[in-house]
């Protein structure tokens, strides 16, 4: 009878256990997305253009050149403009020299004290021996007074203007420098050549393409999670793997993180994602392994904590 019991009591527990497991909730999490057939696509990518017009003296670059930001492209012919910079240089240091001098400043104020003392002088006679200076005559001193205190003034303001039209020449060197700048063609991006569009020694018009460039370090794979099993905030900002076929059977793997999630769920119940991925080279070849166009395994690395968010600076238009 004992054991009959006992074996009602592991019954018992058995079944109780059993149906704790049945009643615990399945969470969505608890599994990582795999997201097969993603798409790896450039992040970043620019087909550069000539911005001024004129004959292209330098070409410097082929196809498959790697370049860093600000490496040297082409050269637009910028003979004119230099000649046009000489000039407004020399100009400006005219206009410096002038604006600097003070000559009109002192003599004027020279000129003040001489009349000063003529008219002192005049004054100081007329009280001594009443008559001997003219009403007119110390008029006219009065006057040569007033003029030459004007005359201060005027120079003072001569010289604030030739200070103004020194920045003025100042601005005109920038803009011709401006000009050479504009005809020395630089890499926005760091990337590698892929197309090199005209030779040397064409006529170049402003929005010709000279060369397209694109970023190789660093790429986008683009995926779609069934939104049925797993939300937005359980793949944001997440980690991710991605698994590359490539030729001979191999496979490689690569590590980046979900940048993002789009707010919009499509007609099949899938909604995109973005990750962006660290390329890397082959060490025998020294060719990048992950190449825009290829087809990808991305996982998801949900049950991990989210990464901080990426901070990007902005770009300006050059």
């Known amino acids: 009878m004992a054991s009959e019991m006992r074996v009602i009591g592991w019954l018992t527990t058995a079944c109780a256990l059993v149906l704790a497991l049945m009643d615990r909730p399945v969470a969505a999490n608890d599994a990582e997305p795999v997201l097969e057939r993603c798409l790896v696509s450039l992040i970043e990518e620019a087909k550069i253009p000539a911005r001024e017009a004129g004959v292209l003296v330098e070409l410097p670059l082929r196809a498959g050149d790697s370049l860093s930001k600000g490496d040297e492209i082409a050269r637009i012919d910028d003979d004119q403009p230099r000649m046009e910079k000489r000039r407004a240089e020399a100009e400006h240091d005219q206009a410096v020299a002038k604006s600097e001098s003070d000559v009109d400043v002192r003599f004027s104020v020279a000129s003040l004290k001489v009349a000063q003392a003529e008219l002192d002088k005049a004054l100081e006679a007329a009280r001594r021996v009443p008559g001997s200076v003219t009403e007119v005559e110390i008029n006219r001193l009065r006057l ?95 980690p991710v793997t991605v698994e590359v076929p490539l030729a001979g059977d191999t496979r490689e793997s690569f590590t980046g993180r979900i940048v993002f999630v789009s707010p919009l769920v499509e007609s099949g119940g899938d909604y995109r994602v973005f990750a962006e991925v660290d390329n890397r080279k082959s060490p025998s070849s020294q060719q990048w392994l992950l190449r825009a166009g290829q087809t990808a395994t991305m996982t998801v690395h949900a049950r991990q904590q989210p990464l901080a968010p990426v901070r990007r600076e902005a770009t300006a238009a050059r």
């Open 144 to 238: 040569n007074v007033e003029k030459a205190d004007l005359q201060i003034e005027q120079a003072n303001l001569e010289q604030r203007v030739s200070k103004l039209a020194a920045v003025s020449k100042g601005v005109e060197v920038e803009a011709a420098g401006h000009s050479i700048q504009r005809r020395l063609i630089t890499s926005p991006i760091d990337g590698v050549v892929v197309q090199v569009f005209p030779h040397l020694g064409e006529w170049m018009q402003p929005g010709d393409p000279l060369a397209r460039i694109v970023r190789t370090d660093r790429l986008r794979v683009e995926g779609y999670v069934d939104a049925a099993k797993w939300g937005p905030e359980q793949v944001r900002d997440r």
